[in-house]
């Protein structure tokens, strides 16, 4: 994937609001290829700005936490969620609550 791929992938993951979360398919999807979920999971794992670039707010399509949070494994992430106001249950975010 090019940089500009990850770029992309970055401008969205930076537009989701606090106490919302969205999916690696929907980041996908705006980024601009609905088939990118993985190339969106690399690029969030490599990240290269965790401050400034949330992929804390990032979840499956289960809303699921990630097991391998680059930035220190399940718990960090949904710490960080928590912080924002959004409800983790058993590693679970409602999607139909926080998603965007």
């Known amino acids: 994937m090019s940089e500009s791929v990850f770029e992309r992938i970055y401008a969205v993951v930076r537009q989701i ?19 990118w979920s993985r190339v969106v999971g690399y690029a969030l794992h490599v990240n290269p700005s965790p ?14 936490t990630s097991k391998a949070f680059a930035f220190g494994g399940q718990d960090v992430q949904e710490q960080l969620l928590r912080q924002e106001g959004v409800e983790v249950v058993d590693g679970t975010v409602d999607l139909a609550r926080y998603g965007y």
């Not at 609001?17 to 609905?34: D, E, F, H, L």
């Open 17 to 35: 609001p606090i106490g919302k979360v969205s999916t690696y398919g929907a980041v996908a999807a705006r980024a601009g290829n609905p088939r």
């Open 51 to 64: 401050g400034e670039i949330p992929c804390h707010r990032v979840v499956n399509r289960l809303g699921q």
